[in-house]
């Protein structure tokens, strides 16, 4: 058990390196430990009137502690397997509030418009390309309600080794690229992460990522550099491992 939300663990896989667990779709690693995105949808869930929407919410680090908040979860990932280790991993009585859905956000399935209190897409938004990426902030607008918020977690080019990229990162944005951060993260990833990371990744840096939000129609509350506090210090640069954004959808009268 863990303390802090009462969920049972011990279905999850084993972490990799501390704090760090693997997905099985090479897509990465979910943290054990809660994002600021993450916590500020936990925080959604508790005073939630409307179901709440985790993109890429693998073995469930956040959607667990949202539905021990009492909120309905769409539990949406690629992974239809991680999604069965989470609702193996919902006690009981808050499975009738967990939705799984094993399809692709944004193309792969629909919800009602305004029909959402809040949507999270940690670690996840960094594996889109552009257009992708663009109708993610279109979708998640169009399904929050009025006063709803989109929190996202994504990487940007001083996580790890990819840090090796800034360079080119910073190349190609003062030369006006709309979309900077697209790599093959294989080129700088060590030997032992290669098979864990799919065949793009997508940098950010706080202008794209306020881009994005604000073409939508978002207003942006928070947009800040963030690093987990247990992370493994291989993996640390310089503080701005991460980016945070919460935005949110203008409410009603407002
Ligand atoms: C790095 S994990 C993030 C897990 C967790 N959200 C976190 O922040 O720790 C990324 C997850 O996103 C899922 N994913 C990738 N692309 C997706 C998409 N288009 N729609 C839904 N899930 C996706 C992957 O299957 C993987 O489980």
Redo the contacts with the bound molecule.
């Keep these: 058990m863990d303390s802090k939300d009462a969920v049972p663990r011990s279905v999850w896989p084993a972490e990799t390196e501390p704090g760090l ?1 693997p ?3 090479a ?6 430990e ?2 600021p ?2 916590e500020a949808f936990v925080a959604d869930a508790a005073s939630a009137k409307l179901p709440l929407l ?6 469930g ?2 959607t667990l502690p949202a539905l021990a908040a009492g909120a309905t979860v769409l539990a ?4 239809a397997s ?1 999604l069965a280790v989470l609702a193996a991993s919902a006690p009981e009585s808050h499975r009738r509030h967990l939705v799984l ?1 094993p ?6 399935f629909t919800v009602g418009d305004g029909s959402l209190a809040a949507v ?5 938004l ?3 390309d552009g257009p ?1 990426v663009e109708r ?1 902030f279109a979708a998640a607008h169009r399904w929050l309600a009025p006063g709803g918020a989109f929190h996202v ?1 994504v990487m940007t080019p001083s996580l790890s080794y990819y840090s090796k990229l800034r360079g080119a990162y910073e190349k190609r944005a003062a030369a006006g690229e709309r979309w900077p951060g697209i790599f093959d993260p294989r080129i700088v990833a060590s030997p032992e992460w290669r098979d864990r990371l ?1 065949k793009m990744v997508h940098l950010f840096e706080r202008d794209i990522l306020r881009r994005c939000a604000e073409e939508a129609g978002f207003t942006v509350e928070k947009l800040d550099y963030f690093c987990f506090r247990n992370f493994p210090a291989i993996h640390r640069t310089d503080g701005r491992e991460y980016l945070t954004l919460a935005a949110r959808k203008t409410a009603v009268g407002a």
């Design positions: 667990i997905t099985d779709d897509m990465g690693i979910m943290t054990r809660l994002s995105a993450a985790d993109v890429g919410a693998a073995y680090n956040a949406c990932d690629l992974s991680e859905l399809a692709g956000f944004p193309d792969g999270l897409a940690a670690q996840v960094h594996f889109f992708a993610a977690l799919p």
